[in-house]
């Protein structure tokens, strides 16, 4: 019930996802012979799993060759485009990104200590300065896409994020719920697009739906209920609050999006950043990471702090927040980064 409302609630959300990854799959430069991948579950290790087995078993990934025909419509950033002397090496790279995690600011109720949960609640002032630092972490990163949750909180921070990016491209919502809203939202600059950074809403990326715990005050909850059994529907698996999801059933929807919406473009070498929430982002990081049901419930996300995955030869690397001592290690890791690090140098 509780998966039911949160989908209805935000069915504008997934038509725009859909439709416009469905456009941007069709469209991208595979040229005659790019790398396109199918996907068979539950099947290839990551190389993170150290012996341990994960809710959502293994990938297999199999890369197999394809022509394409359509035309080029995705962003060419001319910072990480090739000279054409390096065309092939390029292409056997292509598979190579970043993925950025950045869990929002302190939004206006989790200053109030409410539950919060579906609830469209803006970010704080600190919220809003967290974001702003979280940009700053990652300026030398390379994005090409957003994705979001539905709500306000997640899309603030990424907005507020990208204006603190070195390259000062301008995110851009994507709006395809309906022909009128595709027609409208239109850019017909082609040097614009080159500027532009799509972003993408998804209401799969929503926070778990805390059901009759939403605007009730933590504390008052707990001395109501007892702290047990709030600390077990906060952070138990498969427990729910009263008519809300447990973290299982939030992990089905946010991991499944990920698979089929997010995988996919991370395989063709686009560079991800995904503003979200504590649960949507644990259940990501526990497909990523492996990690077991019972890993996962003691996993901690600050707000604010970006997490860098290195996606490479099939597998997730993490490398923790880009900023700081580890900057250095983020960077030698791979050539790719800290080549366009070096012409952001260069240029700015």
Known sequence: MAAEVCHHANAIGALQSHSYLSNLNQHQNLRSNSLRLVTKDFSCSNGLSMGRSSHFGQRNCIVTRSSATHSQTSVVDPVLSPSRSNT?????????????????????????NLFTGCVDVPLSSKGIDEAIEAGKRISSIPVDLIFTSALIRAQMTAMLAMTQHRRKKVPIVMHNESEQA???????????????????????????????????????????????????????????????????????????????????????????????????????????????????????????????????????????????????????????????????????
């Open 182 to 348: 595709k027609a409208w939202s239109q850019v017909f600059s082609e040097d614009t697009k080159k500027q532009s950074i799509p972003v993408i809403a998804a209401w799969q990326l929503n926070e778990r739906m805390y059901g009759e715990l939403q605007g009730l005050n933590k504390q008052e909850t707990a001395d109501r209920y007892g702290k047990e059994q709030v600390h077990e529907w906060r952070r138990s698996y498969d427990i729910p609050p009263p008519n809300g999801e447990s973290l299982e059933m939030c992990a089905e929807r946010a991991v499944a999006y990920f698979r089929d919406q997010i995988e996919p473009q991370l395989l063709t070498g686009k560079n991800v950043m995904i503003a979200a929430h504590g649960n949507s982002l644990r259940s990501i990081i526990m497909y990523l990471d492996k990690l077991t049901s019972q890993e996962v419930i003691s996993l901690e996300l600050s707000t604010g702090i970006p997490m860098l995955y290195i996606f490479k030869e099939g597998r997730f690397i993490r490398r923790g927040s880009p900023i700081g001592p580890t900057e250095a290690g983020v960077y030698a890791y791979t050539k790719r980064l800290a080549l366009y690090k070096q012409k952001l140098d260069e240029m700015f």
């Open 88 to 112: 092939s090496d390029a292409t056997k790279k292509s598979n190579e990104a970043a993925l950025i995690l950045i869990r929002h600011g302190e939004s206006l109720w989790n200053e109030k």
